[in-house]
């Protein structure tokens, strides 16, 4: 037996032997692909080798020198003290903090990936800076795929993180014996799966929630609405798919009319054009959508008209609102007609930011002595991944950081849990080899592509960059001479679509405050609203006031 094993050892050396690679000069020997180090410190040859396998390994690696971003890297004392420091912040989470949480915050970075996490890190400083979740104590993993697929959609994971229930794509508020589309299965109140909001409601929490894009969109929707197909927005929408909108009542209207929409109190993004009948032009000149010819705003004004409420359409009538006595307890706030624009083209006179969406909510809110769950998205981040625009996406997540940092700063951590994730992932990598604080939005500085021209550290793998650097026949698109930074540039993907899709890894979750241990580890998407029902002492499930754990 040990002979043949010799004879195949000296069989399979042979064959290795007679690689071509092998005949390369000493260097060539010495370059593993897979781990290029010879850029780090050689010259690209002035001539070119005979063989072209040894050209295109000497051209794709220029020279390049990494340095540290500060001196005092170079130390080991430095990387030492910096473990202390995270070992201290580590031994402290052996204090669990048990107390019932009075408030709960979620935060839903919508798309927010953790390649997203890790570039705009780079993007506001370096790779060692920190967001401000990024400081909790408690992270985890959410597996993120729907009832019936790998990839999920906005719809299905928002029944699943504010109800409990995995669902089918493309559907809210529904279990997954409801199909994407079937009027019949969303008019069955057997179907019929209820958020956190109603949990919270019912036990006396206020509640409300902030997004940066159409308050009908899918995410909010998840707190207050139950349909069959997430883009019926507005009864048009249902009317067009051959449905009758007084069977399956579309999106704004369970907003404004429905048992959980019209007990919220503080409702807060885009979308008016959901709430208006076609006939009526809004402050922005753009019409609405519904044609039944009802106006949901003035329905919810007139809901409320027995209390102190508000009705804000820009930033100046949203900050000029009385929230710090008792003056406001309902807040309606349509800022865009759509969903808002993106933080880097927002007119700051008529778009307020997510930090100043949700301290006026958290203003009112707090007025209930029973407490209050609060859900704030930040939408945009995903359509910014969509479009392939990573610095879109990138401002966008900084936004969002700055509102969760805001609302843990004037809470405490002692009776409010903060929960942050994202709803699913996106297909944008960061790749490559380059030197540290390299510029996120710009080409990777430590190697070149084998076509020799130089290639972007942010790729997509589908989406609509693809057209704008790939042109069949003809050579890549040469980033040099391009704009990186243009708002508008579509970043390289590798298959053709009209619009970047989601991806299907896991995504973080980062909780502070009462019970927020229960967030470490992996686990299921659904898990997440049971976990905060549990530590606020809510819900139909266990809690912390019904065991004694």
Known sequence: MMYQWCVLLAIVGGLVSASPVHHHQHAEEEYDPMHPQRFLFQEVDAQPAADQRTKRSSASMPKLRFEPPTPVEQHAQYWNNLAQDILDRQLHKNKLNRKVAKNVIMFLGDGLSIPTLAATRVYIGDESTELSFERFPYVGLSKTYCANVQVADSACTATAYLAGVKANYGTIGLTAAAALGDCQAQNDTANHVHSIAKWAQDAGLSTGFVTTTEVTNASPAGMY??????????NGAIEKDGFDPSVCQDIATQLIHGEVGKHMRVIMGGGRREFLPAHQIDIEGIRGRRTDGEDLIKHWQHHHSH???AYVQNRIQLLETNTDRDETEYLLGLFSSKHLPYHLDADDQQIPTLTEMVSKAMDILERN???YFLFVEGGRIDHGHHYTQPIRA???TVEFSKAIEMAR?????DNTLIVVTADHSHTMSMSGYSSRKNDI???NNGQRADDELPYATISYANGPGYDRNVQPGEPRLDLNRVDMRDKSFAFPSTVPLGLETHGGDDVAVFASGPWAHLFSGTYEQHF??????????IG???TACSTNE
């Not at 609405?225 to 507005?234: I, L, P, V």
């Not at 997440?528 to 002492?537: I, R, T």
């Open 225 to 234: 609405a139950h349909t069959a197909n997430r883009n019926w927005e507005y």
């Open 307 to 309: 209390h102190r409420s």
């Open 369 to 371: 002595d029973d407490g």
């Open 394 to 396: 990138f401002d966008e």
């Open 409 to 413: 700063s004037r809470t405490s951590q």
């Open 441 to 443: 939005l710009g080409v």
């Open 528 to 537: 997440l609203p049971h976990a905060m029902a549990y530590a606020a002492c």
């Open 540 to 542: 139909p499930g266990r």
